[in-house]
């Protein structure tokens, strides 16, 4: 068994308890009752042709092991903040990545200027005069089931992950509808050419392409390079795993990406600004 099954059997395992019916019209109404969060697709693609830069919050991996166990998602969230991050991903996946649903929230809610969730809010950005502009949120977790989606969007996400080989053609319907019922946008992962296939049958948008084979958990940036030039001009193109220097950034930038996902190297600086800026120089 790969990491990646062991992984989803572990994600069915821990959500089956919860599970119960989420039907599209539920979906709306907690976006119409809950703040507008913003767009996640309108971050990656930048007016002036830089590299979007979407950092984690990963404290651990499983293969890097322990990356900053005890991180605060909030404070590292800011740094990513001040730094210019065009966007944020917070993995809420408990048993391998060291996360939870509470840290997405926490972020968001700081986002919005300290408003809690669900609170009987308007569907307008709170953000009070001076606060730093608002990045949107990413549900980093395994997604199977639409009440994922529907927790996602009660903590505030602009965006969740579908990962393309490991799911069924049903189950990514299922979510993709989810999401698009709660007005979230949807990161489709892919890592080969049969799954490009199966996420624009599915209408992709957006598609992250994964340089690390999920099974070996091998890198290669050429994956990017070679994936890029079979998807539509229109699709807006996420380059994942392995960028670690603003040469990679660069490297992947004139591949044709439009943003790069950059988790270990942003949480093993002290100041990650640098970095960022870095990668936006490219």
């Known amino acids: 068994m790969d990491k990646?099954?062991?992984?989803?059997?572990?994600?069915?395992?821990?959500?089956?308890?919860?599970?119960?019916?989420v039907f599209a019209d539920e979906l709306a109404q907690r976006h119409k009752e809950l703040p507008k969060p913003p767009s996640f697709a309108g971050a990656l693609k930048r007016p002036d042709g830089k590299l979007a830069i979407i950092a984690?919050?990963?404290?651990?991996s499983p293969s890097a092991g322990a990356i900053r166990e005890g991180i605060?998602?909030?404070?590292?969230?800011?740094?990513?903040?001040?730094?210019?991050?065009?966007?944020?991903?917070?993995?809420?996946?408990?048993?391998?990545?060291?996360?939870?649903?509470?840290?997405?929230t926490l972020v968001t809610e700081f986002f919005r200027g300290g408003e809690p969730a669900g609170a009987g809010l308007s569907n307008a950005p709170l953000l009070p005069p001076g606060h730093p502009?608002?990045?949107?949120?990413?549900r980093k977790d395994f997604m199977v089931h639409p009440l994922q989606v529907l927790e996602a969007r009660v903590a505030g996400a602009s965006a969740i992950l579908i990962i393309v080989r490991a799911l069924t053609d049903d189950e990514i319907s299922s979510l993709q509808d989810a999401a698009r019922a709660a007005r979230l946008d949807v990161l489709f992962e892919v890592h080969n050419e049969a799954e490009i296939d199966r996420?624009?049958?599915?209408?992709?948008?957006?598609?992250?392409?994964?340089?690390?084979?999920?099974?070996?958990?091998?890198?290669?940036?050429?994956?990017?390079?070679?994936l890029i030039a079979q998807l539509p001009p229109d699709t807006i193109i996420v380059s994942e795993s392995g960028i670690q220097t603003a040469m990679d950034a660069a490297r992947v930038h004139a591949a044709g990406a439009h943003a790069?996902?950059?988790?270990?190297?942003?949480?093993?600086?002290?100041?990650?600004a640098t970095l960022i800026d870095a990668f936006h120089a490219v």
Do not use: W
């Not at 990646?4 to 019916?21: G, H, Q």
């Not at 404070?75 to 840290?103: C, M, N, P, R, W």
């Not at 070996?216 to 390079?225: C, G, H, N, P, Y």
């Not at 790069?260 to 990650?272: H, N, W």
């Open 4 to 21: 990646l099954t062991e992984i989803m059997a572990n994600k069915r395992r821990e959500i089956a308890p919860l599970l119960r019916p």
């Open 260 to 272: 790069v996902l950059v988790g270990e190297a942003l949480m093993k600086v002290t100041s990650p």
């Open 133 to 138: 502009k608002a990045p949107p949120c990413l």
């Open 56 to 60: 984690e919050i990963k404290r651990r």
């Open 72 to 104: 605060s998602a909030l404070e590292q969230a800011k740094l990513y903040q001040t730094a210019g991050a065009d966007a944020i991903s917070v993995l809420t996946d408990q048993k391998y990545f060291g996360g939870t649903i509470e840290d997405l």
């Open 199 to 226: 996420a624009l049958k599915h209408g992709a948008k957006i598609i992250g392409i994964n340089n690390r084979d999920l099974a070996t958990f091998s890198i290669d940036l050429a994956v990017t390079e070679r």
